[in-house]
């Protein structure tokens, strides 16, 4: 079982430069999510989707975009990337929060970092 | 402000040295209390969902308990292996989509 697949593992970037990050999972669930992991501050969320078509704001949204065009994808997309957005990105899904299914599974994660 | 604190921050432990792990959170109208485990350079790994004070869970060595205002992992007779970081998260009722994740706890048994 695959589960939660997060591209790539590693990432340098310069600032300035956009990339995405990719995050499948193959789990049928309808929630996803993106986190940014810093020393010292804790997961905290970026963006997070409840279904294909739906996307919302976390904590710290500014400097990424998300779409989610199928229940399997969740792609997180960095504008312009600056140093303070270097971190380690871990996406999570699960079944719908607030219905039960609050368990996050999540994936290994990627390591941004931008020069 | 702060919605989640975990202490301590890290924790060194002699193998079979029982001790526990606190999570004390503000908010109001709590959905959910997790626990999740972490590996270095793994994504974290759950481990119980609490959802009122008074509920206990267990697997193996750990044992989480929740209360109205903070929450605690007891780790009995640790083995190396459970040397890792644990996450404390809350889901709040009214933001019912978002979890909130504190800072950690890192232990190691020393063997």
């Known amino acids: 079982n695959a589960g939660v697949t997060q591209t790539p593992k590693f990432q340098v970037l310069k600032t300035g430069q956009s990339m995405t990050l990719q995050c499948a999972q193959d789990?049928?669930?309808?929630?996803m999510s993106w986190y940014r992991q810093d020393p010292g501050m804790g997961l905290r969320l970026i963006h997070y989707?409840?279904?294909?078509?739906?996307?919302d704001q976390g904590e710290v949204p500014n400097g990424y975009n998300v779409s989610r065009s199928t229940t399997e994808d969740f792609p997180l997309r960095l504008l312009s990337a600056a140093p303070s957005q270097t971190s380690v990105y871990f996406c999570?899904?699960?079944?719908?929060?607030?219905?039960?299914?609050?368990?996050?599974?999540f994936g290994s994660g990627t390591q941004l970092s931008v020069l | 402000e702060d919605q989640v604190t975990q202490s301590p921050e890290a924790l060194r432990l002699q193998e079979g040295e029982s001790s526990s792990l606190n999570c004390s959170y503000t908010?109001?109208?709590?959905?959910?209390l997790f626990w999740y485990r972490q590996d270095p350079g793994k994504g974290p790994e759950f481990l119980f969902t609490?959802?009122?004070a008074g509920e206990e869970k267990e697997k193996e060595r750990l044992k989480a308990t929740l209360t109205k205002k903070e929450s605690f992992l007891h780790i009995t007779a640790p083995k190396p292996e459970d040397s890792a970081t644990y996450l404390c998260?809350?889901?709040?009722?009214?933001?019912?989509?978002?979890?909130?994740f504190g800072t950690g706890t890192s232990l190691t048994v020393i063997p």
């Open positions: 999570a899904s699960s079944q719908s929060p607030g219905q039960g299914g609050e368990k996050l599974f």
């Open positions: 789990m049928n669930h309808e929630y």
């Open positions: 989707s409840v279904g294909a078509g739906i996307t």
């Open positions: 908010v109001s109208g709590l959905r959910g």
């Open positions: 609490l959802y009122s």
């Open positions: 998260a809350v889901l709040r009722a009214d933001t019912g989509n978002q979890f909130y």
